[in-house]
């Protein structure tokens, strides 16, 4: 299958401070992701806060640089067109991510009754298949304070993919999950890289494992409070066209 390459998001030199809502600061992050590729972030410890997801998606002005979304800076953006740009992102969310008295099957199907105008019919039959490839019976139907950890956490997957997303904001996506749904959830991001999405996985456990597509893998780690890049894997010399 031939997947159309265009830039999906691109920092550079992007900072932002931590105040009181990061623990940590971004200087000078420079990372461009196209279709099909995704960036794998290690940091070292579960729950660390970065503005990495947030200035990506325009819900954190940078101090310094430029953010663009397929390739036009949130900043250039008025509030109609940013909220029609987010609906292009599925993200998990690192910290509470729930509106509380909501069920859990409603926060997910939420997103795309706001950002689209897809039948609810539709929307609830993508979630409830999404959900069956995470090894979910069904969609929780149970408030999100009376829902398990490990399940809300399948959940969050669940909403991110929803929709095809041209981009995958992954902030520990694989915390407190058995090794089988880490297999799941990795091979559920290969298809929306094959679909021509981009991914950022941010993690503090073991990088996942991704396929190896048309698009690059890069690995970084957080150092010293920046990122440092690994060097960057080959993409495949010959990638296959459809």
């Known amino acids: 299958m031939s997947v159309e390459r265009k830039k999906i998001i691109e920092l550079q030199g992007v900072g932002a401070r931590a105040g009181r809502r ?26 660390l806060s970065t503005p990495l997801a947030d200035v990506c998606c325009g819900l954190e002005d940078p101090e310094e640089g430029v ?39 409603e926060n997910i199907v939420l997103p795309q009754m706001h950002h689209t105008h897809r039948p609810l019919a539709e929307v609830r039959e993508q979630a409830k298949s999404l959900s069956r490839s995470f090894g979910l019976d ?15 956490q399948k959940a969050q997957w669940v909403r991110a993919m929803m929709g095809s997303p ?18 799941r959830l990795a091979a559920a991001v290969d298809q929306s890289r094959a679909r021509g999405g981009a991914v950022l996985w941010i993690t503090a456990g073991p990088a996942p494992v991704l396929a190896e597509l048309p698009g690059a893998v890069r ?17 495949p010399s010959n990638p296959q066209k459809g």
Not at 221 to 227: D, L, P, Q
Request: glycine letters at 8%; one cysteine or more.
């Open 138 to 152: 069904d969609l929780p139907h149970t408030r999100p304070a009376w829902t398990p950890q490990n399940i809300r």
């Open 22 to 47: 990061y623990d940590v600061d971004l200087s000078g992050v420079s990372l461009c992701l196209e279709s099909g590729e995704a960036a794998i972030l290690t940091v070292p410890k579960t729950g």
């Open 219 to 235: 690995h970084a780690e957080w150092t010293g409070g920046t990122m440092v890049w690994r060097t960057q894997e080959k993409r």
């Open 67 to 105: 953010v663009r979304f397929l390739g036009l800076p949130w900043t250039e953006r008025s509030n109609a067109q940013m909220n029609q740009a987010r609906g292009r992102i599925g993200r998990v969310w690192a910290g509470t991510a729930w509106v509380g008295n909501l069920d859990i099957d």
């Open 166 to 183: 041209d981009l995958l904001l992954l902030e520990f996506p694989d915390n407190d999950i058995e090794e089988a749904d880490r297999v």
